[in-house]
């Protein structure tokens, strides 16, 4: 079975932290890069940040450098998105997705999850 599944979305105050998790079916997952986006309310779908498949190049947006870091365990198929000092700014829907090759384009990425929804308050 193909598929995506984001867990470990929630409401969390101003500078917290969360921890997202991307479970992926080993036809998705092997070889592929992975990458974490997100939509907020009005807003296009924006990249977050993208791993390759032996986790050797990582990019991430200017909004989360510093502060999100994105890794892989690939014997557990797993895509995991470590998001620290949390900002209002960063409320969206965050979507794991899987592609040929890395890029920050949403139309790069082949495969999507349903996606998880992170709230932060103020």
């Known amino acids: 079975q193909v598929q995506l599944v984001e867990s470990g979305g929630g409401l969390v105050q101003a500078g917290g932290s969360l921890r997202l998790s991307c479970k992926a079916s080993r036809l998705i997952i092997t070889r592929a890069t992975m990458a974490w986006f997100r939509q907020a309310p009005g807003k296009e779908r924006e990249f977050v940040a993208s791993?390759?498949?032996?986790?050797?190049?990582?990019a991430s947006s200017d909004s989360v450098k510093g502060r999100f870091t994105i890794s892989r365990d690939n014997a557990k198929s797993t895509v995991t998105l470590q998001m620290n000092s949390l900002k209002p700014g960063d409320t969206a829907v965050y979507y794991c997705?899987?592609?040929?090759?890395?890029?920050?384009?949403?139309?790069?990425?082949?495969?999507w999850g349903q996606g998880t929804q992170v709230t932060v308050s103020s």
């Open positions: 997705s899987a592609g040929p090759s890395l890029a920050s384009s949403d139309r790069a990425y082949e495969y």
């Open positions: 791993i390759n498949w032996r986790g050797t190049n990582i």
